[in-house]
């Protein structure tokens, strides 16, 4: 079993920056990719960016705010969000995809307003 922990959202004005936090835990062999969603009320969950040992992604609406990195022997990935705006304002969720499987953390709320 894998169990995903995401930490460190909260409430910000906009133009404030936030940086989340995923560690992981179990028996997948590698952590090796990872990444993170956010889902805002209404919406449909998308994808914000994702790592692995070989690329960085990033969704269209990060416009270079946003910058994803990892620790694979610490299991951890870190979401550093910069000029966050109103509508970033969402559930923000760390995910690791296997070959057979996606695992999904609890989720951590990050909400934009003044």
């Known amino acids: 079993q894998v169990q995903l922990a995401e930490s460190g959202g909260g409430l910000v004005q906009p133009g404030g920056s936030l940086t989340l936090s995923c560690v992981g835990s179990g028996s997948i062999a590698s952590f090796s990719s990872m990444g993170w969603y956010r889902q805002a009320p209404g919406k449909e969950r998308e994808l914000v960016a994702s790592i692995d040992d070989r690329a960085i992604r990033y969704a269209g609406f990060v416009e270079g705010r946003f910058i994803i990195s990892k620790e694979s022997a610490k299991k951890t990935v870190y979401l550093r969000m910069n000029n966050l705006k109103p509508e970033d304002t969402a559930v923000y969720y760390c995910?690791?995809?296997?070959?057979?499987?996606?695992?999904w953390g609890q989720g951590t709320q990050v909400t934009v307003s003044s």
């Open positions: 995910y690791v995809p296997t070959a057979w499987t996606t695992f």
